[in-house]
T-cell receptor, first 122, second 113 residues
C-alpha cells in the first residue's frame, strides 16, 4: 500500500477483554515502531522491530502487552485483560532504513506513521 | 533523564499571521531532531529532520532552526493558513537504542479566520 495502514481504527473493549491491533507497514520497510498516545500527550515508545526481530520492548507497560512481527512485515500488538488505563491511541510507524538515528544528510531515516488505532476500555 | 520540552502548550493566531514554536531538549548524545505535524485524529506527518550540523531547514512555509549548543529548536510558520491548525511535535533522537526517539508533548496550534 501507499502508506502505513492500521486496523481497526476504533476499538471499544470491556475491561478484561483481549484486543489485537494490526499494522501493515509500507512495503519493504525494515524498521517498525509501536507508540501509545494518551489524549493531549505526545506518543510514548512501546517497542521496535527490525525485520522480524524485536530489538527493543522496553516501553511495553506490562506483561499484558505483547507485539510480534513474525514475517518481518505485518505486526500485531496484543493487549491481554485490558484495563481502563490502556485507553489510548496506538500508533504504528515504519522506516525504510534499519537505523533511524542516521536521519538527515544522505539518509532520511524518515518515520511514516499510520492513522492509529483508538482503543477505549470501558 | 532525556527530555523534550515544548512551548507554548497551545497557541491561537489569526489566519495570515506568523508564529514560532519552541523545543528545548536534554537528550545527550544527540543524533537528530524532527518536527511533526499531527492533525486531530490522524497520525503524525514529518515536516523536517535536522542533524546537529544543520542550523536551519525549510519545508514550504515551515522553517525549523536548531542550535545544538543551547539544545534549542524552533519551528516558524509563515503566513498561517486554517489548515495549519494541528499539534506540532518535536522529536529528538539520541545515539542510544533505536527506540530512543524522545517525543515532546506537542504544541496545539489553532488558526482562526
Amino acid at each position: 500500500g501507499a502508506g502505513v495502514s492500521q486496523s481497526p481504527r476504533y476499538k471499544v473493549a470491556k475491561r478484561g477483554q483481549d484486543v489485537a491491533l494490526r499494522c501493515d507497514p509500507i512495503s519493504g520497510h525494515v524498521s517498525l515502531f509501536w507508540y501509545q498516545q494518551a489524549l493531549g500527550q505526545g506518543p510514548e515508545f512501546l517497542t521496535y522491530f527490525q525485520n522480524e526481530a524485536q530489538l527493543d520492548k522496553s516501553g511495553l507497560p506490562s506483561d499484558r502487552f505483547f507485539a510480534e512481527r513474525p514475517e518481518g512485515s505485518v505486526s500485531t500488538l496484543k493487549i491481554q485483560r485490558t484495563q481502563q488505563e490502556d485507553s489510548a491511541v496506538y500508533l504504528c510507524a515504519s522506516s525504510l532504513v534499519s537505523d533511524v538515528r542516521l536521519a538527515g544528510e544522505g539518509s532520511t531515516g524518515e518515520l511514516f506513521f499510520g492513522e492509529g488505532s483508538r482503543l477505549t476500555v470501558l | 533523564k532525556n527530555q523534550v520540552e515544548q512551548s507554548p502548550q497551545s497557541l491561537i493566531i489569526l489566519e495570515g499571521k506568523n508564529c514560532t514554536l519552541q523545543c528545548n531538549y536534554t537528550v545527550s548524545p544527540f543524533s537528530n531532531l524532527r518536527w511533526y505535524k499531527q492533525d486531530t485524529g490522524r497520525g503524525p506527518v514529518s515536516l523536517t529532520i535536522m542533524t546537529f550540523s544543520e542550523n536551519t531547514k525549510s519545508n514550504g512555509r515551515y522553517t525549523a532552526t536548531l542550535d545544538a549548543d543551547t539544545k534549542q529548536s524552533s519551528l516558524h510558520i509563515t503566513a498561517s493558513q486554517l489548515s495549519d491548525s494541528a499539534s506540532y511535535i518535536c522529536v529528538v533522537s539520541g545515539r542510544g537504542s533505536q527506540g530512543n526517539l524522545i517525543f515532546g508533548k506537542g504544541t496545539k496550534l489553532s488558526v482562526k479566520p
